[in-house]
């Protein structure tokens, strides 16, 4: 490079080097919004109680950790999102998965699937076999699952709104000769909160949504007791737009219109309460997140025990799976989407996830590659086994900024939830659209904050530079034969089936729906025995709760 | 903003085909091209092909904007611009945006596609590729 600049050329750009040598953070809030002091003290958690706030891992409040001696009495699982193409394809993803090293599974299915509808729905074309594994029929969770030793390994079945996808489920485990009482894992089945991740609330209507979520926390506490039948789903509600408080709020409202419902069906609380987990996001700044969770810890048991009077210990914890903010990643420069995620990644960790799913760097672009999913896991591995944070339960505790940003949290966490109680719960927050309206406009607001780079993304508005290594990224690319095939299968199993036996199925689970005076999942999995698909499981049940078959009208009951 | 075409705000129609549900994207856009000064008409999800050119014939739209996350850009960009070319519509602007990774750009502007806007486009981007578009479309 020419030194011998014209001294202009050479004054402006050290005047240039010399500004960024100065530079100072754009401002003093965090990642939400809130003002953050240059340091903190004592001062700043005056009247902290150690007993009363925090107290030891384990123990209430369980501000520090829902176990005494958290990881070293397990590592959090080391679960990555899976699935797409065909149940073949998604089957050999998680075994490469778990030859990797990942510790749990995590099946993604297509949108068609977790709309509702069969792979031969005609307005679902273009979309089978994206997104996640499509799952019609009883065979392709068969598939899925092959090989998978279901009472020996946790799997998550990653569907808000559509209950049943955990009858095909059991129906599978079943078949295998696999002891109900053994399965472990957990279905997100939070079906109020399919608004927030895309999905037409017509899809699943309130009222039918209650039904589905509650039937299926019942039937695993009575025949599946290590399963956690829902799981309230943060992370899509904060990839929708959302702060940090709102994140929580919003899935402690819908956590109370299950529990509210789960009481009106007289479950009792001790058996219910435990059986509600969480989905919650991490997203970059690093400090506000671990607040962000100790709060949801201790403000969750607090709920518990006061609104609901339970005391039981276990009923009182919250317990909750990471998945890292996907809309935190950059498409320009996607390596350094691997440092986004370890810092997101890391701050799940200090903050005592129960388990953990990072993001690929290719996450603009694609679903993961089999070597952009394996330096996901592997920086899982790298975090679990080389930087040692998993010795010590809640380091962070007592230091004065993550005490004090925790107890901020909690507060604005439970300003939002009273607002929602006004409205006279979450559903009502919905109806009115007000619950939209916030990720609405808090989406607005971020975006605008980035355009104006009072929001600073490394490489989009600062640090930018050519699409060099964009253009280098393998892309993941879902094979058109793949799908077809797949979608072939179905046509092949619907003519093989005995339609009289399967129509009597039909029709019981239709009107048991009707009746609403029975769990529809013995009826359901004996029509999937029957060679039900998950379209017509579906769509008989909303008939029977006065809904279409089919919400885009453009399929028609087979009888 | 530039020169509004035959004198009127221009008019864009913004929407998703398909079932793909993921919003937040073309949200944004609509609100940030409606302060810009557009007319934008936010069609909503869960459209089909036909129900687009429909629209966009109904509210003689300027140009229509489909967004995408799942990968299922190039099968419903190839059905739009077949039935825009069908219905006459060779004066409207046909955009893209959403998870289009770097290696289908090429596809989807050999399809007909006449812009894309992939992840972290700033929206400024988009308004001025509109403009600049159009008066080079109706030249």
Redesign the interface.
Known sequence: MEFKLKEKEFLSRAKHIEEIYREKPVNHETWSGYPVKEFYSPKDIEGLDYTQDLNDPGTYPYTRGIYPNMYRGRLWSRRELCGFGSPKKTNERIHYLLEQGESAVNIAF???TN?G?DSDHP?????IG??GTPISTIQDMETTLEGIPLENVSVNLSTIGVTMLMAFYLVAARRRGFDFKQLRGTILNDTLGDPF????RSFVPSDLALKLAIDCVEYCINHVPKWNPLSVDGYNIR???VNAPQEIAFTFGLAKEYLNEGLRRGIPIDDLAPRITFTASAEMDFFEEIAKLRAARRLWAKMIHDEYGVRDPKALKYKFHVHTAG?SL???QPLSNMIRVTVEALSAILAGTQSLHTCSYDE????PTEESVQLAVRTQQILAYESRVCNVADPLAGSYYVEALTNKMEEEIKKILDKIDEMGGMIKAQESGWAYEVV?NE??KI?KQ??SGERI?V???RAVSD?EQ??QVR?HE?SEAIVRGHIDSLTQFKKKRSMDALKLALLKLRKEAEEKRVNLFPSAMDAIEKGATLGEINGYIRMGFGYPYDD?GAVSPPF | MDELHRGKKLRILLGKVGFDGHDRGIKIVAAVLRETGYEVIYLGKYLTVDSVIKAAIDEDADVIGLSFLGGSHVIYSREIVEQMKANGLDDVLFIVGGVVPHKDTGVLKDIGVDAIFPPNTMTKEITESIDQKIKAKRA
């Open positions: 297509d949108i068609p709309s509808v307005l679902a074309k273009g979309d994206l997104q991740c895309g999905y037409k990839e929708n737009g809309s950059t498409r320009q603009n672009m694609g679903l609405n989406a607005l975006e980035i355009e993304i490489g989009v508005n699409d964009e253009k892309v879902v885009l």
